[in-house]
């Protein structure tokens, strides 16, 4: 089993950028994805998510996935708050 890296935005949008020339040249995905050191399936991956994204673009769309997720765990904790509530409030308890 291969081991894990992790690829910052900045990384992956220059190693998509790089796979882009190469693929101009006439290299197969095959040949690129070993020049890039990834998978087939982690260049299609990262392609679907980062392709056209300028880095600016790239961070701020993490900020906003952080930022999402973090809204809605309140709003489930909001929704477990008020459910006790109302059954504290109905006596059955």
Do not use: P
Request: net charge positive.
């Amino acid at each position: 089993m291969g081991r894990k890296r992790c690829h910052t935005d900045e990384q992956i949008i220059h190693k998509l950028r790089e796979a882009e020339v190469a693929l101009a040249q006439g290299k197969t995905t095959k040949d690129v994805c070993k020049q890039l050191e990834v998978t087939e399936q982690t260049y299609y991956r990262w392609r679907k998510e980062y392709g056209g994204l300028k880095v600016d673009q790239a961070k701020r769309l993490r900020d906003l996935e952080r930022e999402n997720s973090r809204l809605k765990r309140m709003v489930a904790d909001q929704a477990l708050d008020i459910s006790i509530l109302r059954e504290a409030a109905s006596g059955n308890f």
